[in-house]
């Protein structure tokens, strides 16, 4: 609705400026027709998404509509206006066509993928020119045509009715986001027919200035045109790639102007020669996508910032352009024959592709699906046509308009249909995937009667995942932690979860107990977790225990392997504790596709080198496919260490790393929680009954409430926190009495000695604090509860509390702080949190506190008791907007679709921008 | 501390490619000083930039010729209502400390006009035969009276602060008289039709600002946002050559409507987005259209002495004014008046026909800019440090 409106308020505001003004130029009228197009034309798409129709038939029709054939809000001048942008565009578009295809990527699927481009090319080419033959006479072109003329005429026909659409094709795999085989098939199908299109175009256009023109020309002269006009073209285009890469590679600067001036320079060199330009913008794509791939990447992401925008308004002029009475004037049952005719040709060729190439043949709707839409370049081929040859070139044109204007109206519709026929879409599709991790999301366990318990993990990680998991299916693998586990696994160790409504497979790893020490209490918590956070504990390193870990994670890969069996999901790896578990999958089953997300920091690389076995760990990393951080700066800290320790290399855009061969794609996708999830538990009316339980068992009868929830761990600063309490209360005798504050501490690791002892020294200090501050018959200063909550008591909890303290010494991001904020539907209360959290690089409205610089976190404490409500409510919206627009949800998908678009990521991106819904 | 992106560094993508390490600073560092958006005069891009367009232009290479500069005449408009969408959200009134650091502001550019507009009238009034010796006064002194600082120079003190805080809300009145000078001067309106023109510009800038906040408000796609903001920057523009409002004052009430509606920043982001092709854009036409002559260069001597007198003189009035909040020497920081000063010569330029007065002050504006800026490197008093 308010989408409706603003582009009400657009209409009115033109209105208004065009009646109450003079008469301006042509430019005041381009502008406002340019804002009005892209305005109008993302609302349109948006409103057919709705009726779950591609938007990129929104902005088509949307075109049509305001065109200056129907509704003339945009008219033929302003049409005009418009082309160029589409000079540009149609550049712009040939050039992700050749960024597109990387030959790596396709790798050994390149064979069948050519000998199916090749058979439905082929079949295709020869039944259209078989028909077109036969049914001259009866088409608006030249009926009086025979010999070489016709001969020519109609191969000029067929190379133009096979060229498609890569731009739409990509957008609608991009909006639907489709993956799997007919995605991938149809992209590279479409992008290379048009490479092989545009070649025989421009060599049949060579052949038809000689044969049709009259024009008189020796052979040699011929012969060097065309060389000139194909090879030079792609000789061109590959100096242009090169160069570009170069100057991306050393340079570095004003790139979006660059690639800008690498546009108008490609569409305008060579002008002569017709078609050189898109020729040229492929192969300088291609060059850089294969020979130089930073370049490449670099390149894409340059696209993502700028194609959006100009693909718009495209779409929309190519709508614009589409003559409706062209139909008309040539008889809507010649166009309609000839659709049908060209769609059924092609699914001829498809059948003959899929049998040549041994494809499965339930691929051949599907991929017939893709190959029906036509645009940018079939469009630049009839206008060249057209150009050259007034008379018959002019009535093919109108011909193919017309033919255009139904293809392209159904072809996006149809694609999409053919992407849910063949699973492949986001919503219809099974995609399983496989999520390894140390812990468990159930456990089993027994009772003090014998029975057999379950219980869900509560951390906000597990939980995103579990509910991951009941959308995508699957297999999730994880360490047999409870001890009724074995008691109810089935056949090879698993069991379907959750037990209320089963949706896939845990799979149970056990290791034995003393192994599982070194592994998980050793080398993973003694040694990393007091690696990558900057405390005072020093990592402790054993042989036995990096031993023990690298044969734990050897163990995971094993199981992964196995059930992997003949299937290819993609696996997606949990934090510090698996670190080398894609090193050994991959020795295993090498073109499995591999995540790992680190949830804690990564050290800096002076720090790094404390560990005997880093290389090992950043190598076993380096092995995963995707590879994503918290932060930009643990992100950063990564790509050091594999540079300085393994010499590897690092590819321009810094996203991505080079290492024995292989490609990682390193990120930083910072987690969230389910915000969702915490809405509803507050929104239940159980939460005030819930509040009211735990303020009695807490005896909360304080008027002020704090609250900290934290695991019982020395990185975590509960010490701190209660050294800026004890100021505080010294500092406010008004506090005494009148503040309660409550500290979660949830023990772990309790068999590790730094674990024990901050245990002690909390309750050493709590006890302190309660004696010197504490005064009969009022509330207690510090209330200590040592044990978990399940979330809908902490929801309550945090509703309950004024403020919230998180005091991290070094954390990758803390959820507790972002569950507070989550909780605070009614926008009060204060979030008092660590500059050394990952959560305050984006909860800026957060006080900002230095856990080790106790005066002012006193002050901070104190400030967060006196803040006026209204300040209050202002920095608690402001960051619910945060933690609301980067949920648990988000941060999966960031990962997953980062990993499984890997291989036709270049002109999807040109299609849609970062992040974000596409086209 | 650096701003997030500036000048200096250049087309963001140009750091991204070069894997240019460094901490983002924080949202409200960003959103303090309009000078961290980029919008300040930088000791060599500016330069160079306006360099380049000098070389390229018709009086250099002539790459970019005449027609080829008329071919690019939409883009001006667009980058002008960019740009003033841009200082719109610079602005950031938060506090009455902000609305009082504005007056202060607006205090030291009035003087600053006013000296500019006085030597100009006595001294120079020759060199613009073709223009109104008031109106070519006060045309000038709008040039002059806005300043940007230097990135580089960014003060971890509070006086520094301060000045910066300053000289970044000095812009607002040399782009109000601005439009008023060129709506009155040029159309030839009176005062009342003028007045009309201008409420009718800024609330066409104020409805488009809300349209594009109505529709942000709806997607939570970065993509999409952006092509509302550039949807925004177009409708701005188109409507503003309809009415005969510069761009850059309908596009400052829109950036001033989204700076206080955007609390979430889900479009000024995007906004700041365009920044860099907004400044490369205007730099490098602002120096393809100067055409150097005795003329420009005695006009852009008296231009950098009168605006630095004005700026000290403004500086410590401003001072004295609002009870030493200000350092006396704040006007230092912006001794060039950088992209704000040739944005303005160039709505004017636009606003005459080609050859006369308007290519006479591009000319002067460019030069003097880039004469305050070496300028600004020799005078750097420590206090401001």
């Known amino acids: 609705m308010r989408r409706l409106l603003a582009v009400g308020v657009a209409i009115a505001v033109m209105a208004f400026v065009r009646r109450t003004s003079p008469p301006a130029g042509d430019m005041a009228a381009t502008l406002l027709a340019l804002g009005f197009t892209l305005m109008a034309a993302m609302v349109a798409g948006e409103l057919l998404r709705r009726f779950r129709l591609p938007r990129l038939t929104g902005y088509l029709l949307f075109g049509v509509v305001v065109g200056p054939y129907l509704g003339n809000v945009i008219t033929e001048g302003m049409a005009r206006q418009l082309q160029i942008v589409n000079g540009l565009a149609t550049v712009l578009i040939a050039f992700i066509a050749g960024l597109t295809l990387n030959f790596e990527r396709i790798g050994r699927r390149l064979r069948g993928v050519g000998t199916f481009i090749a058979t439905t090319l082929g079949t295709s080419m020869c039944g259209l020119f078989v028909l077109l033959w036969f049914a001259w006479r009866w088409l608006p072109i030249d009926p009086g045509a025979s010999g070489v003329r016709q001969l020519v005429m109609i191969g000029l026909l067929v190379t133009i009715a096979v060229s498609f659409s890569p731009t739409m094709t990509a957008a609608v795999i991009s909006e639907t986001g489709a993956r799997g085989r007919v995605a991938e098939m149809v992209l590279a199908t479409v992008v290379i027919a048009d490479l092989v299109a545009l070649v025989l175009f421009s060599l049949l256009m060579q052949v038809a200035r000689v044969a049709l023109a009259d024009r008189t020309a020796d052979d040699v002269a011929v012969l060097v045109r065309l060389a000139w006009e194909i090879g030079g073209a792609v000789a061109f285009g590959a100096l242009v790639g090169a160069l570009f890469a170069l100057y991306l590679r050393y340079v570095s600067r004003e790139v979006t102007f660059v690639l800008l001036g690498v546009c108008a320079v490609l569409s305008q060199v060579g002008a002569a020669q017709q078609l050189a330009p898109l020729l040229a913008a492929m192969s300088a794509g291609l060059v850089i996508q294969n020979a130089a791939v930073p370049q490449g990447e670099a390149l894409k992401s340059a696209i993502q910032r700028g194609a959006l925008p100009v693909l718009v308004v495209f779409f929309v002029s190519v709508g614009v352009s589409l003559q409706v009475q062209a139909l008309a004037s040539i008889g809507l049952v010649v166009v309609l024959v000839l659709a049908v005719a060209r769609l059924a040709i092609i699914q001829f060729g498809v059948i003959a592709g899929t049998n040549a190439a041994g494809l499965d043949p339930s691929l051949r709707i599907p991929v017939w699906s893709g190959l029906i839409s036509q645009a940018g370049i079939t469009l630049g081929f009839a206008s060249v046509l057209a150009t050259e040859f007034p008379d018959w070139g002019g009535r093919v044109q109108t011909l193919l308009i017309a033919l255009i204007a139904i293809d392209e109206l159904l072809g996006p519709s149809l694609f999409r249909m053919g992407l849910a026929r063949a699973g492949e879409l986001d919503s219809d599709a099974e995609r399983p995937l496989i999520v390894v991790s140390n812990r468990e999301p159930y456990l089993h366990s027994f009772d003090r009667q014998g029975e057999i318990r379950v219980a869900p993990a509560t951390g906000g990680v597990a939980v995103a995942l579990d509910a991951l998991m009941r959308e995508r299916r699957g297999i999730w693998i994880a360490h047999a932690d409870g001890a009724a586990d074995k008691a109810v696994v089935g056949p090879g160790d698993k069991l379907r979860v959750p037990p209320d409504a089963e949706s896939y497979e845990l799979r149970r790893v056990w290791v034995e107990r003393e192994q599982y020490s070194a592994y998980y209490g050793g080398f993973a918590n003694e040694g990393l977790w007091p690696l990558c956070h900057l405390v005072d504990v020093r990592p402790k390193f054993r042989t036995e225990d990096w031993s023990a870990y690298d044969r734990v994670n050897a163990r995971f890969a094993a199981v992964v392997d196995e059930e992997l069996d003949g299937s290819d999901p993609p696996v997606f790896i949990q934090d510090y504790h698996l670190a080398t578990v894609a090193a050994h999958l991959r020795a295993r089953r090498p073109s499995v596709r591999t995540a790992l997300f680190w949830h804690i920091p990564w050290p800096y690389p002076d720090r790094l080198r404390i560990c005997p076995w880093r290389r090992e760990i950043l190598a076993g990393l380096l092995a995963n496919d995707f590879l994503a951080f918290q932060l930009e700066r643990d992100r950063r800290n990564f790509l050091l260490a594999a540079d300085e320790e393994l010499g590897a290399s690092i590819e321009a855009d810094g996203e991505a790393v080079r290492w024995n061969g292989r490609v990682t794609t390193v990120v930083d996708v910072p987690i969230g929680v389910d915000y969702d999830r915490i809405q509803a538990i507050g929104a239940d009316p159980l939460v005030a009954s819930e509040q009211q339980r735990l303020a009695d068992a807490f005896g909360l009868r304080a008027r002020l409430v704090g609250l900290g929830v934290d695991r019982l761990d020395y990185t975590k600063g509960i010490p701190e926190r209660l050294d800026a309490l004890d100021r505080v209360f010294a500092r406010r005798p008004d506090l005494r009495g009148v503040l309660t504050f409550v500290q979660i501490g949830v023990p772990s690791r309790s068999d590790v000695a730094g674990y024990r002892s901050i245990a002690d020294d909390i309750e050493r200090k709590v006890a302190d604090i309660n004696a010197r501050y504490g005064q009969p018959g009022l509330p207690l200063p510090i209330v200590y509860h040592k044990a978990p909550l399940e979330l809908p008591s902490l929801v309550a909890l945090y509703r309950l509390a004024q403020f919230c303290i998180v005091s991290s010494l070094h954390d990758g991001m803390n959820l507790v702080a972002k569950e507070f904020v989550a909780a605070r539907e009614d926008e009060d209360g204060v979030l008092v949190l660590s500059a050394l959290t990952g959560a305050a690089q984006e909860l800026g409205d957060a006080l900002i506190i230095n856990p080790y610089d106790a005066d002012s976190f006193a002050e901070a404490i104190v400030q967060a008791v006196d803040m006026l409500p209204q300040e209050r409510r202002r920095r608690m919206r402001s960051m619910r907007r945060v933690v609301a627009g980067r949920n648990v949800f988000s941060w999966a998908s960031d990962i997953l679709e980062g990993l499984e678009s890997l291989w036709t990521r270049p002109l999807q991106y040109a299609a849609r921008a970062p992040q974000d819904a596409p086209v | ?385």
């Open chain 2, 1 to 385: 501390m650096t701003p997030v992106v500036d000048l200096t560094a250049g087309d963001p993508l140009d750091a991204q490619i070069a894997h240019a390490a460094g901490a983002p600073p924080s949202t409200r560092w960003r959103r303090m000083h309009r000078a961290a958006l980029g919008l300040s005069a930088t000791r060599v891009p500016l330069f160079l930039m306006l360099a380049a367009g000098a070389l390229l232009g018709p009086h250099g290479a002539a790459v970019l010729s005449p027609s080829a500069l008329d071919a690019l005449q939409p883009l001006v408009p667009v980058a002008l209502a960019g740009l003033g969408i841009l200082l719109g959200i610079g602005l950031d009134l938060r506090s009455w400390r902000d609305v009082r650091m504005l007056d202060a502001g607006s205090l030291e550019a009035t003087v600053t006009m006013l000296t500019i507009a006085g030597v100009y009238v006595f001294a120079a009034g020759s060199f613009a035969a073709d223009l109104p010796l008031v109106l070519g006064g006060v045309l000038i002194a709008v040039c002059g009276g806005a300043s940007t600082s230097h990135p580089a120079s960014y003060s971890q003190s509070a006086a520094g602060m301060r000045a910066l805080r300053l000289i970044d809300l000095d812009d607002i009145v040399p782009v109000i008289v601005g439009a008023v000078a060129v709506t009155i001067g040029v159309a030839r309106a009176p005062l009342g039709d003028t007045a009309i023109a201008l409420v009718k510009g800024a609330g066409v800038g104020a409805a488009l600002a809300l349209a594009g906040r109505l529709l942000a408000a709806e997607t939570e796609s970065d993509g999409e946002r952006r092509v509302f903001v550039i949807a925004v920057l177009l409708l701005v523009a188109g409507a503003a050559e309809y009415l005969r409002v510069p761009s850059l004052f309908v596009g400052m009430v829109a950036g001033l409507v989204w700076g206080a509606t955007d609390r979430g920043e889900r479009l000024t982001s995007h906004a700041r987005y365009l920044q860099h092709p907004i400044l490369v854009t205007l730099l490098v036409i602002a120096g393809a259209r100067v055409a150097p002559s005795a003329a420009a260069l005695w006009l852009a001597g008296l231009f950098v002495l009168a605006r630095t007198v004005g700026k000290f003189a403004g500086g410590w009035i401003a001072s004295v004014a609002f009870k030493r909040e200000i350092p006396p020497i704040a006007a230092v920081r912006g001794l060039s008046p950088g992209l704000v000063g040739i944005a303005l010569a160039l709505t004017i330029e636009r606003s005459f026909p080609a050859g006369t007065a308007g290519g006479l002050l591009v000319a002067a504006v460019v030069i003097g800019s880039v004469v305050s800026d070496l300028l600004s490197l020799v005078i750097e008093p420590e206090e401001l440090a």
